[in-house]
């Protein structure tokens, strides 16, 4: 089983950029592909962007060329980093191993975990 655990959340201004990380623990080797979601308050968890295990990315329109999804291999962990940040990316923000399509969405495949909050200010 696969333990992901979300950090590097925080309150910053519109404009600000944050760094999230999602650190795996346990059968690292079952993941696949990792997807980024968001819930914003009385919204749906949301897709937001993906890596395949071939390190294809792929973004919803929302956060195209304003977020950027990488890897770490070595340290089993991947980021999102968020440039350009509004207040409408106000939200928790989740990682989890994830079930690549050919459409590229992103289908969770794990547990939740707690997220971390992203709070941007206007």
């Known amino acids: 089983q696969v333990q992901l655990v979300e950090s590097g959340g925080g309150l910053v201004q519109a404009g600000g950029s944050l760094r999230l990380s999602c650190a795996a623990s346990g059968s690292t080797f079952s993941i696949k592909a990792i997807g980024w979601y968001r819930q914003a308050p009385g919204k749906q968890r949301e897709l937001i962007a993906g890596i395949s295990s071939g390190g294809i990315t792929n973004y919803v329109d929302s956060v195209k060329g304003r977020f950027t999804i990488s890897r770490d291999n070595a340290k089993n962990t991947w980021y999102l980093q968020m440039n350009s940040l509004k207040p409408e990316d106000t939200a928790v923000y989740y990682c989890?191993?994830?079930?690549?399509?050919?459409?590229?969405?992103?289908?969770?495949?794990?547990?939740w975990g707690q997220g971390t909050q992203v709070t941007v200010s206007s």
């Open positions: 989890n191993s994830a079930t690549k399509t050919p459409g590229g969405s992103y289908f969770p495949r794990g547990p």
